[in-house]
């Protein structure tokens, strides 16, 4: 058909130069056009009787190049924080012996929701990148990578207890709490 004002129509692509396969023998080589750099942290509280833990604040600072389009971006962080903190805090398969998976439904599997959700904060800082497009780097998986760590630190720090398994329950807070109590100035869970 026609149009009185045809849609615009773009095409392009952007291919980054200089990148290499890792060496076998060393593991070195550069496999990536740029790197994006950033840090998060995480506000908790702890409840002592229900071992329930209350994120109150998360933070995210990423240097993810020129961000061209800001709303965007911060979109895209904070959804990416949204789903480490469901990792961090509730979501895990639970398996049957024989392979099944037991809360395959959203009874059983429960996942955040707007009421779980604490403050965030998004911060960028721009430093332009040479070879990423407009000056731009990767962001889309930044803003999940660290907090689930920063979740488990907190607690960590708050109870004197480390955490190496995901996710950290209340269950799992009332065991080291109990521990605690018992004697053991600070424990490990897996």
Same mark, same amino acid.
């Given at each position: 058909?026609?149009?009185?004002? /045809?849609?615009?129509?773009?095409?392009?692509?952007?291919? /980054?130069? *200089? %990148?290499?396969?890792?060496?076998?023998?060393?593991?070195?080589?550069? @496999?990536?056009?740029?790197?994006?750099?950033?840090?998060? *942290?995480?506000?908790?509280?702890?409840?002592?009787?229900?071992?329930?833990?209350?994120?109150?604040? @998360?933070?995210?600072?990423?240097?993810?190049?020129?961000?061209?389009?800001?709303?965007?971006? !911060?979109?895209?962080?904070?959804?990416?924080?949204?789903? =480490?903190?469901?990792?961090? %805090? @509730? #979501?895990?398969?639970?398996?049957?012996?024989?392979?099944?998976?037991?809360? &395959?439904?959203?009874?059983? +599997?429960?996942?955040?929701? =707007?009421?779980? @959700?604490?403050?965030?904060?998004?911060?960028?800082?721009?430093?332009?990148? =040479?070879?990423?497009? +407009?000056?731009? !780097?990767?962001?889309?998986?930044? *803003?999940?990578?660290?907090?689930?760590?920063?979740?488990?630190? &907190?607690?960590?720090? &708050? %109870?004197?207890?480390?955490? +190496?398994?995901?996710?950290?329950?209340?269950?799992?807070?009332?065991?080291? %709490?109990?521990? !605690?109590? #018992?004697?053991?100035?600070?424990?490990?869970?897996?």
């Amino acid at each position: 058909g026609s149009a009185l004002n /045809p849609p615009v129509i773009g095409r392009g692509m952007f291919v /980054p130069r *200089g %990148l290499t396969f890792p060496d076998p023998a060393t593991g070195q080589g550069n @496999m990536a056009a740029s790197w994006t750099f950033g840090c998060q *942290g995480v506000d908790v509280e702890i409840d002592p009787d229900s071992g329930q833990i209350h994120v109150l604040k @998360m933070v995210s600072a990423q240097d993810a190049g020129k961000i061209i389009n800001p709303v965007t971006a !911060r979109g895209q962080v904070e959804g990416a924080m949204t789903m =480490a903190l469901g990792a961090a %805090l @509730m #979501e895990k398969l639970k398996f049957a012996p024989d392979g099944r998976i037991l809360n &395959a439904g959203f009874v059983d +599997y429960r996942i955040l929701c =707007a009421a779980d @959700m604490p403050e965030m904060e998004v911060i960028f800082i721009e430093t332009p990148d =040479a070879t990423g497009p +407009y000056g731009a !780097r990767g962001l889309g998986e930044h *803003g999940i990578v660290a907090i689930p760590p920063a979740v488990a630190n &907190a607690v960590a720090r &708050a %109870l004197g207890v480390e955490f +190496y398994e995901l996710p950290v329950t209340p269950d799992q807070i009332m065991t080291a %709490l109990e521990t !605690r109590r #018992e004697g053991g100035a600070s424990a490990t869970f897996w």
